[in-house]
């Protein structure tokens, strides 16, 4: 590989790590939203899949131990949102608010409990990029895509397996008829709540992959708020995603790459304050909102509490 | 003779109302069979028994000489049993395919053979003709005409196989040739051996069509039995109970000055404007552009312009308000309560409390929420704020949607009455009857343009109008 | 409505929030009992934990939480005060830095005002994006709650640091444009002040046509439209604006009443558990009041709770999540339980 071609490589494959748990996040968030149901708890989601890798890679020492506890903690936080938003029938972006306030509480609690004694915290051992057999040798494709994680490996997968599902399941069929028109759904016999609920139940344990991709691939381990509105970047990539799963992963892309920007131009040594470097993400997600918002259309139902 | 379909005393009550009081109905195999009733007389709630929408409080569903007890409607379906609502019930945004694979239940069903074991042979076959004429399954629900609509609505309830359709008031969104159609293809579905529930309120309009006929009145039966030797008018007294006649106001005297213009249709003082169209003609923009709720491009108003919308719960009023604040919320700066940037909400109360008792509302105070109306008394509610601001231009949109006779009396005769008094009045009504009997005179709002409905046209000639069609 | 009915949910839900956190904190393996004792005393254990932690804590949610109850009457969703609570605290930075001159007479309004516009200002992004763009204030409103977060981290160590350059804050600003303190407490004239904001947006809300224009606008938009006449648009544009100007404001108090200076995490959270104060309240104004020493007093306890307990503080987020569902399972009760019309 010629010298020219490294730096935008390492750019790339940096912008494929870091939106891998925002790909995470999104999909999940994907699966609530065509089901007609926005949650904000996405962003706790996450946060608890993060706390939940971290204390379950500590404890284990195994790094997959940390993946299986961050994906139920995220579950368990989109269960509570269901309750209280689906089945109680209330605001589902107070809800979501709510309970990612909660998560923030609760992840604080529970991570002084568990260091308390230990300077150290709960630093756990990374996954390293894991070649892929023969596609991680192609040249600048493979670099960039084959040489990464495995949760990035995963998170493919599950774009795929949802889009399998949406677009060729009866489930899936379901699920987008209970987002466009909950009522119409009913009268053909769609179990209009169950279905929201397990979209948002899935879509929050996969909100908490996410979480956990990002301490067990990216930092090693786990802060207060680290996920520092991340969950709700997600939404954003949903939006500019239009609501598909291939759209949400060049989104994702883009967000990461909007992250991984700023160690380029670190590199290149340029005074620019890094604080506008971290706004990057934040406003390319306004403005990427703007381009899209209004002209493609939301699941017709997305928002509404069914009654 | 064999029943597929069998309600033995059924009993619904609804707080302190009594929707259906042992009500008792049957269908046999290859008839149509029609449910007259008015509103609120018990229909929709029997129907929805059948399909298992609703649990009776006695009463037995009997399918096919089984006593049955439906949790759901997707029981019913099972049964061979389809309802067509009177809302459609298919997701616009999806196609027709996937729109049928939902109400099968299942992805890639071969969904659409509306042909259970009963209905075989050419007359099968031409039912599906009918049923398919128009429709692919990659099309988008919210592109089809509305009569396309309607016939995937029936393919939809057959779509698990079934030979017994129930249909809700189907011909109200239906221009009048649409209508015909729609009821030669009912009759095929007779034909093949189906049987068919027709509930409406439009008696005149399927009475040829019928074989039996049940009438509801009050939650109970007034009349069930073949059509034969019956009349359409003997079977509407019986529908209405009483003898009563809705007054007619003669509109003496010659017109008044064109007090509203609106593309190239003028309106006069005195007279009440009739518009017949099909929905989605443009006929509601048209309508709004009138009452200065959409900017008034190619509209010219002399006066105050009262708006009728619709759409009572969501446009007219504010069902979570009291109301005195729905007084306001028609009349903000109305001298008598605004006080520069405050509210004299003692004031308007004050004027409220005496409008229910000028219209005959029927609400025990004007601070209760309007939602606790019914569906009457908030059209009367409706009314008493338009007529306070003294409109010289009414503009009324489906006035009487959804309401009884007695309540569609009050809204015509007040209609009628403002006319009267020199105010220009435009009505526009899904109904062509209610047009045709409101109207001094008619205009076809048809594909964004107002046509002229010369004197003497018939129903057929006027239906021709609507859909388009050059005569 | 009597009193006691009326005070019934928001006390059920501070009970159960309360009671959710002991249960939290034992699971835990806190001493839970010490922690809510801590709690007490923080919030309540002296004339001076009471004007100088409660009092002072109260201020800046019952100002924010009236600009929510703006917006969120509105049926505008501004979930970002937050950031707008930063921003108007730079803003009133940047103005009370450079009035040493200036009578405290003008000097301290000028700050305020800075501070409401700066607030304002930070609104006119999301609502922008919502009138063109039909982007949804609550994703804008939000995502720029981080921008702000950068924004204030890029101020207190660049333009605005101190000029010592050491530590990420700035200057103290100048004597004129602090708010005066009640005698023996660091409570500020910030306090009278968000009572009587609370009495004026309560008569704007239940006397003025523009209180009831937003109300009309949130509770039926077209409606509001149709029957009404009303500008949707242009009301919910100003029910934003305004609450952003609230969350300003707080900010500036905040800068001048209590901290003199800009710092990194200024708020620890006001511009959220300021919604939880509003709905808790059903965006009445009187309300909140109420709710917002409620909720003043829990986060005075909560940094007496980590003081004294060594509870993080971070776990009062848990009470207020809890008061938000118990207070959105409230409205959503009294909703279903309402007899529908009869057809």
Not at chain 1, 205 to 218: E, H, R
Not at chain 3, 96 to 122: C, D, E, K
Not at chain 3, 218 to 237: C, F, L
């Amino acid at each position: 590989m010629s010298g020219g071609v490294a730096p935008l490589v390492g750019f790339l494959a940096a912008a494929v790590r870091i939106g891998t748990p925002l790909l995470w996040a999104a999909a999940g968030e994907v699966l609530a939203e065509r089901a007609g149901v926005i949650n904000l708890s996405v962003e706790g989601s996450m946060l608890a899949g993060c706390l939940g890798a971290a204390i379950g890679a500590y404890a284990t020492g195994n790094p997959w131990m940390g993946m299986a506890a961050g994906f139920a903690a995220g579950a368990i936080v989109a269960f509570g949102f269901a309750v209280v938003a689906i089945w109680a029938r209330t605001d589902q972006i107070i809800a979501g608010t709510a309970l990612t306030m909660a998560s923030v509480g609760v992840t604080g609690l529970i991570y002084r409990q568990a260091t308390s004694g230990r300077a150290a915290g709960l630093s756990v051992v990374t996954l390293e990029p894991s070649p892929l057999p023969g596609l991680g040798a192609i040249p600048f494709v493979g670099p960039v895509l084959f040489v990464q994680p495995v949760p990035t490996y995963l998170a493919g997968l599950a774009v795929v397996l949802i889009w399998l599902v949406l677009y060729r399941t009866t489930l899936g069929l379901k699920l987008r008829a209970a987002g466009e028109a909950a009522e119409a759904a009913r009268a053909q016999g769609v179990r209009v709540r169950l279905i929201q609920t397990g979209a948002v139940v899935v879509g929050g344990a996969l909100a908490g992959i996410g979480g956990a991709t990002l301490v067990l691939a990216q930092v090693g381990t786990f802060a207060e708020r680290m996920t520092a509105g991340r969950g709700f970047i997600a939404i954003a990539i949903v939006v500019l995603g239009r609501w598909h799963p291939a759209g949400i992963v060049l989104a994702a892309l883009a967000f990461g790459a909007a992250t991984a920007v700023q160690y380029v131009f670190q590199a290149m040594a340029l005074d620019v304050p890094y604080q506008f470097f971290l706004m990057l993400p934040y406003l390319l997600a306004l403005a990427a909102l703007t381009g899209v918002a209004g002209r493609v259309r939301a699941p017709s139902g997305l928002g509404r509490t069914v009654d | 003779m064999s029943r597929v379909l069998e309600l033995a005393g059924i009993s619904k009550r609804f707080g302190s109302v009594a929707a259906l009081d042992s009500v008792s109905f049957d269908l046999a195999p290859g008839e149509v069979h029609g449910l007259l009733g008015e509103n609120g007389a018990g229909k929709s709630t029997l129907m929805h028994v059948a399909f298992g929408m609703i649990a009776p409080d006695a009463g037995r569903v009997i399918v096919r000489g089984v006593p049955t007890r439906f949790r759901d409607p997707s029981d019913a379906k099972r049964s061979g049993i389809g309802m067509v609502h009177q809302h459609f019930t298919s997701i616009p945004e999806m196609t027709v395919a996937e729109n049928l694979w939902l109400a099968a239940g299942r992805y890639g069903a071969e969904a659409g053979r509306p042909d259970g074991s009963a209905m075989t042979g050419a007359a099968a076959a031409r039912l599906r003709r009918r049923l398919w004429e128009g429709l692919a399954p990659t099309d988008i629900v919210s592109s089809l005409p509305v009569g396309a609509k309607q016939r995937l609505e029936i393919l939809q309830a057959l779509a698990v196989g079934g030979d017994v359709l129930l249909l809700d008031e189907p011909t109200a969104v239906l221009a009048p040739q649409e209508v015909a159609e729609l009821l030669v293809l009912l009759r095929d579905f007779a034909g093949a051996g189906g049987a068919v529930v027709l509930i409406t309120h439009k008696l005149a309009e399927i009475f040829s069509v019928m074989d039996r006929v049940t009438v509801l009145r009050g939650g109970r039966v007034q009349f069930t039995g073949p059509v034969a030797g019956q009349t359409v008018i003997g079977l509407t007294a019986v529908m209405v109970g009483t003898a009563d006649r809705e007054a007619t106001i003669e509109t003496a005297g010659s017109l008044g000055p064109v007090l509203a213009q609106v593309d190239g249709l003028s309106i006069r003082g005195r007279e009440v404007v009739g518009i017949a169209a099909i929905e989605g003609n443009g006929q509601r923009d048209l309508l709004r552009r009138l009452a200065g709720v959409l900017p008034a491009i190619g509209a010219e108003v002399t006066g105050p312009v009262a708006f009728i919308p619709e759409d009572r719960s969501t446009e007219g009023l504010i069902p979570a308000f009291s109301l005195t604040e729905n007084l306001v919320l028609g009349l903000p700066g109305d001298q008598r309560w605004r006080r520069g940037p405050l509210i004299d909400w003692r004031a308007a109360e004050a004027r409220m409390d005496q409008l229910l008792g000028e219209f005959s509302i029927r609400a025990a105070g004007a601070q209760l929420p309007a939602r606790t109306l019914s569906g009457g008394n908030q059209q009367k509610m409706i009314f008493a704020r338009a007529l306070e601001a003294a409109p010289r231009v009414i503009v009324a949109e489906n006035p009487t949607r959804g309401l009884d006779v007695h309540a569609t009396w009050f809204v015509h005769e007040r209609l009628r009455r403002a006319a009267a008094g020199g105010a220009a009045v435009v009505v526009y009504s899904s109904d062509l009857d209610e047009v045709l009997s409101l109207a001094t005179r008619l205009v076809v709002v048809s594909r964004r343009r107002v046509l002229p409905v010369p004197a003497g046209a018939s129903r057929e000639e006027i239906g021709a109008m609507m859909i388009g069609a050059t005569s | 409505m009597s009193v006691l009915s009326r005070f019934r949910a928001p006390l059920v839900a501070a009970v159960l929030g309360l009671t959710v956190l002991a249960l939290g904190l034992s699971a835990l393996g806190y001493d839970a009992p010490a922690a809510l004792a801590a709690l007490g005393r923080g919030a309540f254990g002296s004339w001076y934990a009471f004007t100088s932690a409660t009092l002072v804590r109260a201020v800046p949610l019952i100002v924010i939480g009236l600009g929510i109850a703006i917006s969120f009457r509105a049926g505008a969703l501004n979930i970002g005060a937050e950031g707008q609570f930063s921003a108007g605290a730079m803003a009133a930075t940047a103005v009370g830095l450079f009035v040493g001159r200036w009578s405290g007479l003008v000097a301290v309004p000028a700050v305020l005002l800075a501070g409401a516009i700066g607030g304002a200002t930070w609104v006119v992004v999301p609502v922008i994006l919502r009138r063109r763009y039909r982007v949804q204030e609550v994703i804008s409103t939000l995502l720029l709650n981080f921008v702000a977060d950068a924004l204030v981290s890029f101020m207190v160590q660049g333009p605005l640091q101190e000029s010592k350059r050491i530590y990420p804050q700035s200057d103290p600003i100048a004597i004129a444009a602090r708010l005066p303190l009640f005698p023996g407490t660091r409570l500020h004239l910030g306090f009278p002040l968000a009572v009587a904001l609370a009495g004026f947006v309560a008569i704007v809300f239940s006397r003025t046509i523009w209180g009831f224009r937003l109300k009309a606008v949130g509770a039926a938009p077209r409606a509001a439209e149709v029957s009404g006449r009303m500008d949707v648009a242009r009301t919910t544009t100003q029910a934003l604006l305004w609450s952003g100007a609230f969350a300003g404001l707080a900010g500036a108090l905040e800068v001048t009443g209590v901290t003199y200076a800009l710092f990194l995490n200024l708020s620890p959270g006001y511009g959220f558990t300021a919604i939880a104060v509003a709905l808790i309240a059903r965006l009445d104004p009187v309300g909140i009041l109420f709710a917002g020493l409620g909720f003043g007093a829990l986060e005075a306890g909560a940094a007496g709770m980590q003081r004294d307990a060594g509870v993080p503080a971070v776990a009062v987020s848990v009470v207020q999540a809890t008061i938000i569902v118990v207070a959105l399972l409230a409205v959503a009760r009294a909703r279903l339980a309402r007899p529908e019309a009869a057809a």
